[in-house]
């Protein structure tokens, strides 16, 4: 079993800028890769960024790129997302995830463990 606990959500003006953290316990937390995912009103859920168990690879959806990091610390065992230049299309509670691979990947159903979520609102 692995526990994630999101925390650094809020309400920001659009260009502004929040970092998400979300910290594991429980397995060993380099023995999974780590997602975050995001769900607005209405809307299914959806892949933001992962990281490899290592933390040398990355993969961002393409809405995101360029705006949002995505980083680990394994000694830690956290994993943040770094949002900059938010727009109020990025509305939504994220998620952070945890699944028992080496590498990256992109879909809900692949993850097996998942936090409660954090609401991030961008106002306009």
């Known amino acids: 079993q692995v526990q994630l606990v999101e925390s650094g959500g809020g309400l920001v003006q659009a260009g502004g800028s929040l970092r998400l953290s979300c910290a594991a316990s429980?397995?060993?937390?380099?023995?999974?890769?780590m997602g975050w995912f995001r769900q607005a009103p209405g809307k299914k859920r959806e892949f933001v960024a992962a990281?490899?168990?290592?933390?040398?690879?990355?993969y961002y959806t393409e809405s995101v790129k360029g705006r949002f990091t995505i980083s680990r610390d394994n000694a830690k065992n956290t994993v943040s997302l770094r949002m900059n230049r938010l727009k109020p299309t990025d509305t939504a509670v994220y998620y952070c995830?945890?699944?028992?691979?080496?590498?990256?990947?992109?879909?809900?159903?692949?993850?097996?463990?998942w936090g409660q979520g954090t609401q991030v609102t961008v106002s306009s």
């Open positions: 995830a945890a699944g028992r691979f080496a590498n990256v990947r992109v879909g809900v159903n692949e993850y097996g463990y």
């Open positions: 429980g397995r060993t937390f380099s023995n999974y890769a």
């Open positions: 990281i490899s168990w290592s933390g040398e690879s990355t």
